[in-house]
């Protein structure tokens, strides 16, 4: 089946230390997104990529930075991960703004 | 900027009962609300998408509207079940500006 793959599904690293998490999808869709979603909270979008146009959202910390080397894959660098880092990410494709949104099962990062 | 709001944060029913999720939007300049269901530690699963040209979609049991003048959804799950147990999302989109609200936290017990 077409979908969004998100790798490692857990990711622990180092207060400091840089992390990748990557994002994959099959659906061939335009638009991939990132979003931070902390406990019991609302997922908050980080930016998106409309193919390769990127799109930062204004109060995204500048630590925060992602790639997109290709349509199907999506990648999201934290070059200095604090403990307010800690969270799930979540990847989200769509074909185009008016579309629904198709989610990936997240990475969940902790920070020791 | 947009803010949306869902009430009520968590909600417990006997299992069969009909239930309602209502989520509430400050901007009426949106494209579509997408309803959403998140099971812990897991992503989000896309339940119904509303275009902003239209008042309700039906899938199954569920039934989602929307009122885009007075900034309102509501989220109508029938005959409840257990395994409908889990948060439940809704997000409002304008041309790639995804918001959600903080999610209903739903328990259905047996």
């Known amino acids: 089946d077409a979908m969004v793959i998100q790798n490692p599904r857990y990711q622990v690293t180092q207060f400091g230390k840089p992390v990748t998490l990557s994002c994959s999808q099959t659906l061939n869709h335009n638009v991939m997104y990132w979003y931070q979603q902390k406990s019991s909270q609302a997922p908050k979008l980080l930016f998106h990529y409309y193919d390769k146009d990127f799109n930062n959202e204004a109060d995204t910390p500048d630590n925060f930075q992602s790639r997109r080397p290709n349509t199907s894959f999506c990648f999201l660098d934290i070059r200095s991960p604090g403990l307010g880092d800690a969270a799930m990410y979540l990847c989200?494709?769509?074909?185009?703004?008016?579309?629904?949104?198709?989610f990936g099962d997240g990475t969940r990062l902790s920070i020791l | 900027k947009q803010e949306v709001t869902q009430i009520p944060a968590a909600l417990s029913v006997p299992e069969g009962e009909n239930l309602v999720l209502n989520c509430s939007f400050t901007?009426?300049?949106?494209?579509?609300l997408q309803w959403f269901r998140q099971d812990p530690g897991k992503g989000l699963t896309s339940l119904l998408l509303i275009q902003s040209s239209q008042r309700e979609q039906t899938s199954g049991r569920l039934n989602a509207s929307l009122d885009k003048s007075s900034g309102r959804s509501t989220l109508y799950i029938a005959a409840s079940q257990p395994g409908d147990s889990a948060t439940y999302l809704c997000?409002?989109?304008?041309?790639?500006?995804?918001?959600f609200g903080a999610g209903t936290r739903l328990t259905v017990k047996p």
């Open positions: 989200a494709t769509s074909r185009d703004a008016a579309w629904p949104q198709h």
């Open positions: 901007d009426s300049a949106i494209y579509n």
């Open positions: 997000a409002v989109n304008n041309n790639n500006d995804m918001r």
